[in-house]
């Protein structure tokens, strides 16, 4: 059974930092890029982050560019995306997905397998 379960969310305060886990399993990660998508109430959903399978390449929003890191281990089946110096605005339920062909989609993926999502609330 093929799922990609994230977790790591909560309640942080301006300025704070989270990383958020995507434990993959029912699939070989190492054959599929990987993208971490948001959703914020009321808004569409939109692509924080990706990283390719193949030569790790990463790519990020411009919105979290130099705040989020996406990061991999295929041989633990975990994708990670350290967030720093969060802002209100980064508020959303966060999704990772995974892709293995080429689309039209975040970073020029069509991606297959989606998680549930992990809310992010950034308050004081």
């Known amino acids: 059974q093929v799922q990609l379960v994230e977790s790591g969310g909560g309640l942080v305060q301006p300025g704070g930092s989270l990383r958020l886990s995507c434990a993959a399993s029912g699939f070989t990660l190492d054959y599929y890029a990987i993208g971490w998508f948001r959703q914020a109430p009321g808004k569409e959903r939109e692509g924080v982050s990706c990283?390719?399978?193949?030569?790790?390449?990463?790519y990020h929003a411009d919105s979290v560019k130099g705040r989020f890191t996406i990061s991999r281990d295929n041989a633990k089946k975990m994708v990670y995306l350290q967030m720093n110096s969060l802002k209100p605005e980064d508020t959303a339920v966060y999704y990772c997905?995974?892709?293995?062909?080429?689309?039209?989609?975040?970073?020029?993926?069509?991606?297959?397998?989606w998680g549930q999502g992990t809310q992010v609330t950034v308050s004081s």
């Open positions: 997905a995974a892709a293995r062909l080429y689309g039209s989609s975040w970073c020029g993926y069509e991606y297959e397998y």
């Open positions: 990283m390719s399978d193949s030569d790790g390449s990463t």
